[in-house]
């Protein structure tokens, strides 16, 4: 479950639904960074990938995903394309049909969010990050260009640089597309944004 955050609200068991953390408008749920327990770290996973910082660049390739949640609730999910296509899937209510919001990001914002990214070296970051507890909240990051993948997923451990992403992202980015998020419409559950790998397959539910 979520920790240390504002109002959590339970949402469908499944991989890449998400978890609502704050209402700032009747019809729509806006996670806003509260500050999640980042406990000590335990272990870490080297890193696998060939990715190079300067590499990280807006093109068409570009995708850059980002889920927080657990394996018990799910995951806020944001996508963003090098192009600025953008999606936020969520549900407002646990066992709720999942919804989703597509929004077109200015490329200002693209090209600052690449920016972060190569700020906080993210390329040459662990793959992985494990304290050594049991449920709390889970963070992955994902950044394809090209056929180049790297991956972060993050369990209950977060370093300073990824706090520092993630309030960007929900404290400057989502926060800019209330209105596409309070036109969110219902989707399939077969249509969530897969955020699962094989480090995770124990962690995610709904498989």
Request: a negative charge; one cysteine or more.
């Amino acid at each position: 479950m979520l920790a240390n955050f504002a109002n959590p609200t339970c949402l469908l068991m499944g991989v890449g639904v998400i978890v609502s953390v704050s209402i700032l408008a009747a019809s729509a749920y806006l996670p806003l960074w509260r500050g999640a327990s980042s406990f000590p770290l335990g272990t870490t996973t080297p890193n696998s990938s060939t990715l190079a910082n300067e590499a990280i660049v807006p093109g068409e390739s570009l995708v850059f995903r980002y889920g927080i949640g657990s394996g018990l609730t799910g995951f806020d999910t944001l996508e963003v394309c090098g192009n600025g296509d953008a999606r936020f899937q969520f549900c407002e209510r646990c066992f709720e049909q999942p919804r989703e919001a597509k929004f077109q990001l200015p490329s200002e914002s693209v090209a600052d969010l690449c920016q972060r990214l190569r700020d906080m070296e993210f390329a040459d970051m662990p793959d992985a990050y494990h304290a050594n507890v049991h449920d709390g909240t889970q963070i992955i990051l994902t950044l394809q260009v090209n056929s180049q993948m790297k991956r972060v997923y993050l369990n209950n451990h977060f370093p300073a640089s990824v706090k520092s992403l993630i309030a960007y992202i929900d404290q400057q980015l989502l926060v800019t597309v209330q209105s596409e998020l309070n036109q969110s419409q219902p989707i399939d559950r077969a249509d969530i944004i897969d955020l699962s790998a094989a480090d995770t397959e124990v962690e995610l539910v709904g498989r």
